[in-house]
């Protein structure tokens, strides 16, 4: 039987907190969430206590980061469930504020990363690593932790808190988790709870795609016909529209070069449902 | 005799002696400034000394607050003067990062702060408050200080750091300290080693003229009849252009209310110098 975290939903009390393990010589990792937690987060828990002495875990579902078209009133909430999985994974502190308290009245204060940013979920998301990089700022800047685990699946996103964390000299190591997936390769997201039956057999093709993607672009592949097909080949499958396929250089996603560590990025729809996924394209 | 500051260029340094600081129990303030220090600069240290049990005084003359027509290339560079000061006032370390080290290639993030940045300043410099709001987080980040001071001289700028510290969860008390004058009224400023004998006294008419307007303010005068009244007395003493001269509330800088305290800012040219004041304006 595994202990709850202890809960708090003001910044003051998860100051206090971190002070009190920094006061008795312990490292502190922090795992930033929406919530809706599944396998991936919990995977990203376990990883930062690998690193660290203490874990918290942050479950905002920051309203600055959806467009008003998205899917933030129907984005899952189940505070919880979430907490029964944190406690499970050993994560001691979950911190849990409201909007209110992230974004008083009068906040009025924006950061915009360059850079990895640019293009991709960019294009589609025109504000959407805006509202990343400023909540992600406060947060470390609420918590002060010494690591943070971001998964690999929001690539791009992984990308932006490197690049903002060098930008402006935040002490906090970031840690890139592999993506966890099902048995047949769908990476584990929260927006999988909208799909239905039909749709996730449809879904279970997205990385496999890829997968041939990469390795046709590994094996010598024209860049431009070969993402092209990629796109056709999910319409194909059933996917009912594709925002981006994109080859990129790995770290800081400028554009792909054969002879560096690349990455395959696309995000694709199905009916109401936008799902991303990524995986490497080793250099040649 | 008083003992020169020690002089660090990186960021590792700096962080070093704070940590080292910190491990003896001692308090930290911080002055950012741009060089060319004078007695308002020295003013401020002192009041750090005051707050704080050490003083880091930050020499950075940042690039990215300069439009590209403005000053920044005959902005008044004196780094072994500047330290000679600092021994006066007994800063125990000066920070002077080289543009590299601020902005390192690939440098691609940017803090917009929106509240009390806009307008007045941001009406003539639209970018400014970017580079001075994305400094200054680095700068804190870098040196973590408890206390940083500003002078209000730079009124609006110092609202805007306040608004940067409270979005972004900066634990940094920031310390506006009273602007420092001649005998005559002139604020101390870097840019007053631009001007003439003849244009010194024709500046100095300009805080003569602003007292005399908050006063006319204060006293019932119509906002906008004793603002236009204050812009043509600018001009008829000496002034060759006046950019604005205006009544807000002291702390948001909303719109002015005479049942709150009040400021009065205005930005003047002298020739190719444009200087920047202000006064209080008491409720009433």
């Not at 966890?180 to 039956?197: C, F, K």
């Not at 997968?211 to 094996?219: I, V």
Request: charge should be negative; glycine fraction near 6%; charged fraction near 25%.
């Amino acid at each position: 039987m595994s202990m709850s975290p202890r809960v708090v939903d003001s910044v003051a009390a998860l100051r206090a907190q971190v002070r009190d393990w920094r006061r008795d010589g312990l490292s502190v990792a922090m795992v930033p969430t929406m919530g809706a937690l599944h396998d991936g987060h919990i995977s990203l828990v376990r990883i930062a206590l690998e690193k660290a002495d203490r874990c918290v875990v942050s479950i905002f579902l920051n309203p600055t980061q959806f467009a008003p078209s998205e899917d933030l009133d129907k984005y899952p909430r189940q505070l919880a469930r979430d907490l029964d999985r944190l406690a499970e994974a050993g994560a001691e502190l979950a911190f849990t504020p409201d909007v209110t308290e992230m974004y008083p009245t009068g906040f009025a204060t924006r950061i915009s990363v360059g850079g990895p940013a640019a293009g991709l979920e960019s294009d589609f998301r025109p504000t959407f690593f805006d509202g990343v990089a400023t909540v992600v700022a406060k947060l470390f800047l609420q918590a002060s932790p010494d690591y943070a685990v971001f998964g690999e699946k929001d690539y791009q996103q992984l990308c932006v808190v490197r690049q903002l964390c060098r930008d402006l000299d935040l002490p906090v190591e970031i840690i890139g988790a592999p993506t966890v997936r099902d048995a047949r390769g769908l990476a584990m997201s929260s927006r999988n709870a909208y799909l239905g039956e039909a749709e996730l057999e449809v879904a279970r093709n997205f990385n496999v795609a890829l997968r041939q993607t990469a390795a046709a672009l590994a094996a010598g592949g024209d860049e431009g016909s070969t993402t092209a097909e990629a796109s056709r080949a999910l319409v194909k499958v059933g996917f009912d529209k594709v925002d981006y396929v994109a080859a990129r250089e790995s770290l800081t996603l400028a554009p792909w070069r054969r002879d560096r560590d690349g990455r395959l990025l696309a995000a694709a729809w199905l009916g109401k449902t936008r799902l991303i996924d990524n995986v490497e394209v080793p250099s040649t």
